[in-house]
């Protein structure tokens, strides 16, 4: 499954150990995760989300405010999924989504990966999930072989098309998240004068056929103030926030709008 991310060959595993033809090795962390992002494919010293976000996104998922979303992802591919499936996560973060999703498909006896270029996501994940394959790597640079996968999941995560047509399989399935027209509107109304909402646009994904479109509508009320600052952290509209501002909007009961477009392609080729 799993390339070397050095010289694209593919890598043999030795007891904890993975390595390629060319010597290139990599141990799994005592997590039990791989780390295959080398120093040139890295965007920053600490690339992907903060702790700070990673803590609040997993406190908040955790308490099931986006099941809805999990449980809808979870619908999809059971629906569309053969036995014994190979599934990828992208952009995973804690594996909240990779567990459920995992979970559900117990019975299709799943086989899950996950993938995030944030390491402090990836071995909490590893450590809280050791049932899932984990690993810290490029969207832009996936370190699998090609036609790895039977199904990805994309839930709000960028990457490269041409990586995910190349690890599914022909006829694969693509799952996007992406956020509709009124997702979070509220929070956006505390930091904008003119709210531009989401785009109701379906993205054209080179490689890829579009099948379905499922929209999600769902009111958050009576939000504890603890858990609507964990979702002002979760999003990128958090530094626009005052300190004070964030906790005025948060003892404000606010009631929040959350809206999600899940569209499911097939590979074409």
Known sequence: ???????????????????????????LAKEGYLHLLPVQQKNSKVPGDSALMMQCRRDFLNAGYYQLLSDAVNQTFASVLAQQPVLL???????????????ALADKEATMYGVDIAKTAIKKAAKAYPAIHFCVASAWHLPFADQSFDAALKLCAPCEPEELARVLKTEGALLTVTPAP????EIKQQVYSSVRLHSDAIETIPGFVHQQRQELKQQLTDVP???VLNLLEMTPLAWKFKPEQKQQFAQS????SLNFYLDLYRKNH
């Open 253 to 256: 009961s606010p009631q929040i």
């Open 182 to 185: 009124e997702h979070l509107v």
């Open 1 to 27: 499954m799993y390339l070397c991310p050095l010289c694209q060959q593919s890598l043999t595993q030795h007891h904890n150990s993975f390595a390629c033809a060319q010597g290139h090795s990599f141990d």
């Open 225 to 227: 103030a603890d858990m």
């Open 89 to 103: 996560d992208l952009g995973c973060g804690e594996g909240y989504y990779s567990n459920r999703l995992m979970q």
